[in-house]
């Protein structure tokens, strides 16, 4: 079993940075994949970036390719993701998710494991 708790979330004007963090619990980190999901009212869960493992190799969704960066520190259990020159359209509950391998995905229903999500708001 693993836990999972995000924070960084928050109101920012468009232009503007945050830095989620996702922090792990229960099972060895780097035996597995990590990404990032979000959603917004009205809308289907969104794949918005994953990395491997070893943290190695990375996938983005081309929506966040760019401004966003996935990384993790496997001697903190903790994986992140910095966004950078924040849009409205950004705007979700950001959600990180523990995959059940190593292997990236970019399919939510690959991923075992789910925090309870932030809220991430970009002002115009």
């Known amino acids: 079993q693993v836990q999972l708790v995000e924070f960084g979330g928050g109101l920012v004007q468009a232009g503007g940075s945050l830095r989620l963090s996702c922090a792990a619990s229960?099972?060895?980190?780097?035996?597995?994949?990590m990404g990032w999901f979000r959603q917004a009212p009205g809308e289907e869960r969104q794949f918005v970036a994953t990395i491997s493992g070893s943290g190695g190799s990375t996938d983005y969704a081309d929506s966040v390719k760019g401004r966003f960066t996935i990384s993790r520190d496997n001697a903190k259990n903790t994986v992140y993701l910095q966004m950078n020159s924040l849009k409205p359209e950004d705007t979700a509950v950001y959600y990180c998710?523990?995959?059940?391998?190593?292997?990236?995905?970019?399919?939510?229903?690959?991923?075992?494991?789910w925090g309870q999500g932030t809220q991430v708001t970009i002002s115009s």
């Open positions: 229960g099972r060895t980190f780097s035996s597995y994949a």
């Open positions: 998710a523990a995959g059940s391998s190593w292997l990236m995905n970019r399919r939510g229903a690959w991923y075992e494991h």
